[in-house]
């Protein structure tokens, strides 16, 4: 569906492993991950807790080295982080001494803008995510969802090409979460920025991505993989779908047969 | 909308001074205690002066109009003098001790450096230092700001080194993946990351500045507070001696609440 040229990611026989601090022994936590991302696709990775997703995050985001295999942004190794693969973390991880506006503004600083220009850039990002009017409020005034859009905006309005989100709406409570969910879909659409979406929650993997991997548990391996079939933009229905249920069924059944053996 | 939330937290951390009419108690029972013990002759006043007659030596001290003492007027001299001192003595130590503890703190090479040598020389009480820092820098003002100094060095150093050290990695993640470099993730993440540990340090070692200033004071200068607790002994003025006490405790408690609210002014989180 997507040509080789227009991929900016490539992850190629990716290994990881930690030493357990107790009592030095390697812990494997990534095994032989392959994959490619780029041109605006929405690649959801769900797998259980403990299997490598943060590790694989990380890894992208220049946060963590690489060990073994490659790991090519637009044709380079990836050694340091980059603002253009922002990420938004499990926990917001907001600057508490900085207000939102400062927040979202922390990055085009960094990158030499005037305070003349990037404040309306700035008031554009809040609205985006539905969070105008809160420039002022520091963010522990702020619930988790609301945290999480002024994340959202501080990554977007660097223009990414690449946003990587770590179970960005695990925190948040079932009504906040959809909405959350909904609200992306619309950015994405919007912006046509390339998302990998690490995750645990099927359903959310599902209705947001275009590809969905299914990962081990841990070591971490790609056990499975779809493309998924529905048209964008799509809408909150398609969750109560037949075709919808089947797929997410196909998915747990991967995700149960691992925890069998 | 902004504001309005904002001045609501200022108010949250007010409460730590709104009056608590419990607290008093204790005091009020103290002093009436004084006045009895003092008025009805179970201890002469040469020992301990009744609490009207220090009032009476603390107000004439600051304006001069009885002149009950040799010092009557003169508080606003000694008062400005001490507080020179510790202005002087605490700077010299915030201007070491924070860009230093926020080195310690980051930098592995400046800990392995600086941290053994300064945790050994911190086993000395400040105290100790007196004789040698008299046969240094003879008696008076260098002394003086030499004890300052160095005491209120310790608490600024180890707190700025504490709070730079415990900065969550996911700040300074998100900090390298918003695009700063080495430098501006020291001062946009580091230093405010580590700033109320940072300022908790600075409040110690201005407390510290305080009793520093009085131990060199009390080593013959003519002026300052403690050179005229001093003085007042020998002459055999004891309500002068408390006299003084109060109102050292009193600038002290004043320099901390200034310091506090500018404190609260570069940072309000
Ligand atoms: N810095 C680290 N040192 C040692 N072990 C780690 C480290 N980070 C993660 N791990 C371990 O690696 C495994 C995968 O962690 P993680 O990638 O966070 O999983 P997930 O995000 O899928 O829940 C876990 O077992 C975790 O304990
Ligand atoms: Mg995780």
Redesign the interface.
């Known amino acids: 569906m997507i040509d080789n040229q227009q991929q900016e990611l490539i992850i190629d026989h990716l290994y990881m492993s930690f030493t357990r601090p107790d009592d030095g022994v390697p812990l494997k936590v990534l095994d032989n991950i392959s994959f490619k991302a780029g041109g605006g696709e929405f690649i959801s990775i769900v797998g259980p807790s403990g299997c490598g997703k943060t590790t694989l995050l990380n890894i992208i ?1 220049g ?1 963590e080295p690489v060990q073994e295999g490659r790991v090519l942004y637009n044709g380079q190794p990836v050694v ?4 253009e ?3 938004v ?1 499990q ?1 917001a ?1 907001l ?5 939102v506006h400062e927040n979202v503004a ?2 085009l600083k ?2 030499g803008m005037k305070t003349s220009d990037y404040k309306s850039i700035v008031k554009d990002y809040l609205k985006m995510v539905r969070m105008q ?6 963010p ?2 702020l619930s988790g969802g609301m945290q999480q859009r002024v994340a959202l905006a ?1 990554a977007l309005v ?1 223009q990414p090409a690449m946003l990587l989100m770590d179970e960005p709406f695990a925190a948040l409570d079932a009504q906040t979460r959809l909405t959350m969910q909904e609200l992306l879909l619309d950015l994405q659409q919007e912006l046509s920025t390339t998302v990998i979406l690490v995750t645990h929650d099927v359903e959310e993997a599902l209705y947001l991505a275009d590809r969905v991997y299914v990962m081990s548990k841990r070591p971490g391996r790609f056990i499975h993989d779809l493309t998924v079939p529905f048209k964008k933009p799509r809408t909150f229905s398609l969750r109560g779908a037949a075709a919808f249920a089947e797929l997410k069924t196909e998915i747990l059944q991967c995700i149960f047969d691992q925890v069998d053996d | 909308m902004g504001n309005k939330q904002r001045k609501s937290r200022v108010n949250v951390s007010a409460n730590s001074l709104r009056f608590d009419a419990l607290g008093i108690v204790l005091p009020c029972l103290l002093i009436a205690f004084w006045y009895i013990i003092t008025s009805y002759g179970r201890i002469p006043a040469y020992l301990l002066p009744p609490p009207l007659q220090v009032g009476q030596v603390a107000l004439d001290f600051a304006v001069g109009t009885w002149q009950v003492t040799p010092y009557a007027g003169t508080l606003w001299d000694h008062a400005l003098t001490s507080t020179i001192r510790v202005l002087r003595g605490f700077a010299l130590a915030a201007v070491l001790g924070v860009p230093l503890g926020l080195l310690t703190g980051r930098i592995s090479v400046v800990r392995r450096f600086l941290d053994p040598t300064v945790n050994m020389l911190r086993t000395v009480p400040g105290i100790g230092w007196l004789p040698l820092a008299m046969v240094w820098f003879g008696v008076g003002e260098k002394t003086t700001l030499f004890l300052i100094a160095l005491a209120a060095f310790f608490p600024i150093y180890i707190n700025s080194a504490q709070g730079a050290s415990s900065v969550s990695p996911l700040y300074l993640r998100a900090g390298q993946m918003l695009g700063a470099n080495r430098f501006s993730l020291f001062t946009t993440i580091i230093m405010p990351a580590s700033f109320p540990s940072l300022a908790a340090g600075l409040r110690l070692g201005l407390g510290l500045s305080w009793a520093f200033v009085v131990l060199g004071e009390l080593t013959g200068v003519t002026h300052g507070l403690g050179a005229v607790m001093m003085d007042a002994r020998m002459l055999g003025h004891v309500d002068m001696v408390m006299v003084s006490m109060i109102y050292i405790a009193l600038l002290g408690w004043l320099s901390d609440r200034i310091l506090t609210a500018l404190l609260r002014l570069i940072q309000p989180f």
């Open positions: 985001a946060f340091k982080p980059s603002p693969r922002a990420m973390f926990s991880v600057f508490p001494w900085l207000t922390y990055g960094r990158a009017g809160f420039d002022d409020y520091y522990e005034q501080r660097l």
